[in-house]
């Protein structure tokens, strides 16, 4: 059972356009939520990460929206680059007796056209 | 400062053969994880220490799947024996205090 679901599989954007990443979950012992980018032939990297008790976050180009009423949070990037052409992925984890474990979505493959 | 650090980055073997991987986590991180990673799919976590112990080893296959993590700091996943399914990258992350994972470059599998 997937955890947290993520859309769209893949994305092309124009360079300057705005790209928007979704993704929802069910449990809502959740209270991290981060995404993550990932380049080919390396390993995933924070990108930017937010907490249930703030509705937005924001650090440059990327914002995280977050919705706790609908279970969904989403991923901005503005002003898209080339250089953000890469995979991205949204997860989730709790704290507890599981503290740690992230659950990840299956992917946003980006294309930043020039 | 050193990320973290996998190898080998790639192996290949032929079905039913061992093989290991070597991970060493950021330095004074004690929470190192394992996690594989399908073409195409996200990270799924394999197993988790806390120093030495192995806190969340719920998702590992240990029919064939084995771990250590010997002194609390480098860690080695081994498989034996491999299946054509056990293609795959495994990754290892480590955190400190915080709820930062940080990735290494991953350690890429093709068995045949």
């Known amino acids: 059972q997937q955890q947290v679901k993520q859309s769209p599989q893949s994305l092309i954007v124009q360079k300057g356009g705005i790209s928007i990443i979704n993704c929802a979950y069910e449990n809502t012992a959740f209270d991290y939520f981060p995404w993550y980018q990932q380049f080919p032939g390396k390993g995933p990297a924070l990108l930017i990460a937010?907490?249930?008790?703030?509705s937005e976050k924001k650090e440059g180009r990327f914002t995280i929206s977050f919705n706790k009423s609908a279970k969904q949070f989403s991923l901005h990037i503005m002003d898209s680059q080339p250089g953000d052409s890469a995979t991205y992925f949204c997860?989730?984890?709790?704290?507890?007796?599981?503290?740690?474990?992230?659950?990840f979505g299956r992917g946003t493959q980006l294309t930043v056209w020039p | 400062e050193a990320g973290v650090v996998q190898s080998p980055r790639y192996k290949i073997i032929e079905k039913k053969q061992p093989v290991a991987f070597w991970c060493n986590p950021i330095?004074?991180?004690?929470?190192l994880y394992w996690y594989l990673q399908n073409l195409g799919q996200g990270p799924e976590l394999l197993i988790r220490?806390?120093?030495?112990?192995?806190?969340?080893d719920s998702q590992l296959p240990k029919d064939r799947f084995s771990a250590e993590r010997l002194k609390g700091v480098d860690s080695t996943l081994k498989i034996q024996p491999a299946e054509l399914g056990d293609s795959a990258v495994y990754l290892c992350?480590?955190?400190?205090?915080?709820?930062?994972?940080?990735f290494g470059p991953g350690t890429r599998l093709l068995v045949l």
């Open positions: 992350a480590s955190s400190g205090s915080g709820e930062t994972q940080y």
């Open positions: 937010i907490r249930p008790d703030v």
């Open positions: 220490y806390e120093n030495e112990e192995a806190v969340d």
């Open positions: 997860a989730a984890s709790r704290r507890g007796s599981t503290l740690g474990r992230l659950y």
């Open positions: 330095s004074g991180h004690n929470t």
